[in-house]
């Protein structure tokens, strides 16, 4: 079973950058999409950005122009770039495919202050 363990989450002002990284288990990053999702208190878990199997990405609206997602097919490892932080963006960040075949990792929690 693949495992994924996602870092990188902190504290940061408004403004401020954070960069998250995902390592799987396996190499399922490699032939899957892979895509970031985060869950705000109170709020359903939703999908911010995606990267297919090839290097496509797609981003939700409300990330567009400020995450960029990326991967490491060799290093079996997804990462997050976040830049320009604002207070909407405090959550928990998860990876996993698209759709999701893997159990949920603990995901690493994202606080940005005003």
């Known amino acids: 079973q693949v495992l994924l363990a996602e870092s990188g989450g902190g504290l940061v002002q408004a403004g401020g950058s954070l960069r998250l990284s995902c390592a799987a288990s396996?190499?399922?990053?490699?032939?899957?999409?892979v895509g970031w999702y985060r869950q705000a208190p109170g709020k359903q878990r939703e999908l911010v950005a995606g990267?297919?199997?090839?290097?496509?990405?797609n981003y939700a609206d409300s990330v567009k122009g400020r995450f960029t997602i990326s991967r490491d097919n060799a290093k079996n490892t997804v990462y997050l770039q976040m830049n320009s932080l604002n207070p909407e963006d405090t959550a928990v960040y998860y990876c996993?495919?698209?759709?999701?075949?893997?159990?949920w990792g603990q995901g690493t929690k994202v606080t940005v202050t005003s």
């Open positions: 990267i297919l199997s090839g290097s496509g990405t």
């Open positions: 396996g190499s399922i990053f490699s032939i899957k999409a």
């Open positions: 996993n495919t698209i759709p999701c075949y893997v159990p």
